[in-house]
């Protein structure tokens, strides 16, 4: 697997001007990181997917992946804007020419944001296809209401992913879903309500509200009713990309941990010197690389055109457990100071928190395993 040294070394340098000091003041205020996102675009990062007739840089996912995890190896925060990435590949796959020829361009060059995606709901959570959003035909219009949740940085997006119903959940339960390339600046208070939701860490999320809002017919993607299909096609390369993240994350605890280690004295030795300091650290790098591992593989299907269901899922469940575990590790090494905000440690222990939960639950991989892989009874 090529490791892309030259962008990882690049990425590194543009990640430098961003150090702890700016993220801590943008957690404190739940501020968006607006300045990081705008370099990153600026250098052609969050466009390493669009296709080069599309004005992108046509990379393979897994430079993507190495993009991201250098970001958060680095202290930073992907989740800011990842989605800008990985989101545009719905419409690549299943939009039409025009389409394609209008908006890929202008995501490619950062003139257009596409990073809010409108799947979860309140009432359905995880069982998508029981969402209850609508999109009801009106002449040249599509008429929308519902509601979304957790539709993280759609107050910094100007295009919204949408997934809603336009038919009935028959003969599959996976019918009657539809996406829509929805151009929130057009619906803005005109029928989308956005509010925000505080968490803990810093993510951007919002609540949406959709009430007759009227979106014009051409922003379907792909065929009615295909939705559902269209959204799964997409999730192997986010799964992916945000098992990546979390090798970064997973690394940047480690660094951490370590550097502490052996600088901290007590009892007049580095605390890294007894093995209940080493150990901890030590299991978590062996399953940060373990998990590793697996990105690769399922990258390398993915790329390969092969189907990669079960592994992006299994990396993405590995890497997060893995960075989890390696952040626990940062607190206890660090004693007092693991709770200190000067420190970084507390702030990143709460963002790699989120992705044992999104954006797919740990249980809901684990069934997917056992009944897809293992072949055992379904358990919902
Ligand atoms: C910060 C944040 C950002 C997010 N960003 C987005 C976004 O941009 N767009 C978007 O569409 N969504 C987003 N999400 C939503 C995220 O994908 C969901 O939170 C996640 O998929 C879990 O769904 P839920 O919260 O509805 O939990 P639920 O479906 O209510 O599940 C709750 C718990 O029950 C477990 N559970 C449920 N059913 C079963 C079962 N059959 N067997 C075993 N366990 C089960 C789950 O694993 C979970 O642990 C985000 C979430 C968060 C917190």
Redesign the pocket.
Same mark, same amino acid.
């Given at each position: 697997m090529e490791n892309f040294t030259e962008i990882r070394e690049e990425v590194a340098k543009l990640c430098a001007d961003f150090p702890g000091a700016y993220w801590r003041a943008l957690d404190r205020e739940s501020a968006y990181p607006t300045e990081f996102v705008r370099a990153l675009g600026e250098h052609g990062w969050l466009s390493a997917l669009i296709p080069e007739e599309y004005g992108g840089s046509g990379l393979p996912l897994s430079a993507a992946a190495a993009i991201l995890e250098e970001i958060q190896r680095a202290g930073c925060n992907g989740g800011a804007c990842h989605?800008q990435m990985y989101m545009m590949g719905a419409l690549l796959r299943h939009g039409s020419p025009e389409q394609k020829r209008e908006y890929l361009p202008q995501i490619a060059s950062g003139a257009l944001r596409l990073q809010?995606?409108?799947? !979860?709901e309140p009432t359905s959570?995880?069982?998508t296809t029981a969402l209850k959003t609508t999109a009801r035909r009106d002449g040249a219009d599509y008429v929308v209401n519902g509601q979304?949740?957790?539709?993280?940085?759609a107050e910094h997006s100007d295009l919204m992913l949408l997934l809603a119903r336009t038919g009935p959940a028959s003969p599959k339960r996976t019918d009657g879903l539809s996406v829509f390339l929805v151009d929130m600046r057009a619906v803005k208070d005109n029928g989308l309500t956005i509010r925000p939701i505080r968490?803990m860490?810093n993510?951007a !999320?919002t609540e949406v509200f959709f009430e007759e809002m009227r979106i014009p017919a051409s922003t379907l993607v792909g065929e009615e009713g295909r939705g559902f299909r269209y959204i799964l096609s997409g999730m192997n390369a986010e799964r992916i990309l945000i098992a990546a993240e979390c090798i970064g994350d997973a690394k940047w605890f480690t660094e951490k941990s370590t550097a502490y280690a052996n600088e901290r004295v007590v009892f007049g030795r580095p605390i890294g010197q007894n093995q209940g300091i080493q150990f901890p650290i030590a299991k978590a790098y062996a399953r940060m690389r373990a998990a590793e591992l697996m990105v690769y593989h399922a990258a390398a299907l993915y790329e390969a055109g092969q189907d990669c269901g079960a592994e992006a899922n299994m990396a993405k469940m590995l890497a997060a457990e893995a960075s989890w575990e390696a952040a626990e590790a940062c607190v206890q090494t660090h004693g007092g100071f693991g709770f200190a905000e000067e420190y970084d440690v507390e702030r990143k222990f709460r963002e790699t928190r989120?992705y044992q939960?999104?954006?797919?639950?740990?249980?809901?991989i684990l069934?997917h395993l056992a009944e897809h892989v293992l072949g055992m009874p379904r358990?919902?």
């Open positions: 989605a809010a995606f409108g799947v !979860t959570g995880t069982d979304k949740i957790w539709t993280s940085r968490t860490m993510h !999320t989120l939960v999104a954006p797919i639950s740990t249980n809901l069934s358990s919902y």
